[in-house]
T-cell receptor
Framework: QKEVEQDPGPLSVPEGAIVSLNCTYS??????FMWYRQYSRKGPELLMY????GNKEDGRFTAQVDKSSKYISLFIRDSQPSDSATYLC?????????????FGGGTRVLVKP | GAVVSQHPSRVICKSGTSVKIECRSL??????MFWYRQFPKQSLMLMAT?????????EQGVEKDKFLINHASLTLSTLTVTSAHPEDSSFYIC???????????FGPGTRLTVL
């Protein structure tokens, strides 16, 4: 069993819809949670960074962490074709800056005009 | 956010040759950098942690003699794939801790193809 599970998709939605992404994990010691966006053949770009349980909102993006269920989510409102990419969740035991990140497998998202 | 660059962006080499990939932090210093490998349609797997002025720390299963890492300055880490073989063909990505946020910023990646 992988430490971090993520549905690979693809997830296809019409423009303007809400995109819902999630990851589950097995290691309850993870404390820091991130979402990255990766366009084809590019490096990952940080979208959201959260610590412990709770919600965080940034523009069209909302990240949720439920440590009791070992479940994290990312919601993208008013999705645009430019949101079409692979979304990776990542997590770490300690502050992510200087420590190992464990990634999910990524979910490919396609927003259709 | 912090900017991390990689060079080259893509490289094609013959089997048995060595390839060097550079990772630079452009507007900040990084005592630690990370090297990841990503196979097609798969996620990033950490290969090693590069430490300025000391030896790199390799993840289990990664051959340190094959993937040589040098972190000679606070803004540059290099990964050398020695005696490359076709199975080493992959997307190699480095990252460095950011300044303002407690997380890592990734370079654009280097696509290595070994013929």
């Amino acid at each position: 069993q992988k430490e971090v599970e993520q549905d690979p998709g693809p997830l296809s939605v019409p423009e303007g819809a809400i995109v819902s992404l999630n990851c589950t994990y097995s290691n309850s010691a993870f404390q820091y949670f991130m979402w990255y966006r990766q366009y084809s053949r590019k490096g990952p770009e940080l979208l959201m960074y959260t610590y412990s349980s709770g919600n965080k909102e940034d523009g069209r993006f909302t990240a949720q962490v439920d440590k009791s269920s070992k479940y994290i989510s990312l919601f993208i409102r008013d999705s645009q074709p430019s949101d079409s990419a692979t979304y990776l969740c990542a997590m770490s035991l300690f502050k992510a800056a200087g420590n190992k990140l464990t990634f999910g497998g990524g979910t490919r998202v396609l927003v259709k005009p | 956010g912090a900017v991390v660059s990689q060079h080259p962006s893509r490289v094609i080499c013959k089997s048995g040759t060595s390839v060097k990939i550079e990772c630079r932090s452009l507007d900040f210093q990084a005592t630690t950098m990370f090297w990841y490998r990503q196979f097609p349609k798969q996620s990033l797997m950490l290969m090693a942690t590069s430490n300025e002025g000391s030896k790199a720390t390799y993840e289990q299963g990664v051959e340190k003699d094959k993937f040589l890492i040098n972190h000679a300055s606070l803004t540059l880490s290099t990964l050398t794939v020695t005696s490359a073989h076709p199975e080493d063909s992959s997307f190699y990505i480095c990252s460095a801790p950011g300044l303002a946020a407690d997380t890592q910023y990734f370079g654009p990646g280097t696509r290595l193809t070994v013929l």
